[in-house]
Nanobody, 128 residues
Framework: QVRLVESGGGSVQAGGSLTLSCAVA????????MAWFRQAPGKERVVVAA????????FYADSMKGRFTISRDNAKNTLYLLMNSLKPEDTALYFC?????????????????????WGQGTQVTVSS
């Protein structure tokens, strides 16, 4: 059974940086995307960034482009999210997501429903 464990959240002032980590215990197909999502209080869960492990191609939500960087260390089986120039509106619970089901065609990296494995979340709070 695959488990995802996030770490690295915390409190930071606007303009600061944080790096989130997601340790993956178990194996997932390199043909399945892995992603970071976030959910602010009272709002829906939305994608932040995703990576296609087989090619290391990355994808970002428009509002995160240029500020956030997703990466994966295959040797450590760990997913990362480097967040720079943080803003108060980045405050949310951040989740690591992966897929254990067989790969499917047609993308889906941005959809909550594509992923069937979730971490417990790590809180990021940005103060102004």
């Amino acid at each position: 059974q695959v488990r995802l464990v996030e770490s690295g959240g915390g409190s930071v002032q606007a303009g600061g940086s944080l790096t989130l980590s997601c340790a993956v215990a178990g194996h997932t197909s390199p043909s399945n995307y892995m992603a970071w999502f976030r959910q602010a209080p009272g709002k829906e869960r939305v994608v932040v960034a995703a990576i296609y492990p087989q090619t290391a191609v990355t994808f970002y939500a428009d509002s995160m482009k240029g500020r956030f960087t997703i990466s994966r260390d295959n040797a450590k089986n760990t997913l990362y999210l480097l967040m720079n120039s943080l803003k108060p509106e980045d405050t949310a619970l951040y989740f690591c997501a992966a897929r254990a089901a067989p790969p499917i065609s047609g993308g889906g990296w941005s959809r909550v429903g594509y992923y069937d494995l979730w971490g417990q979340g790590t809180q990021v709070t940005v103060s102004s």
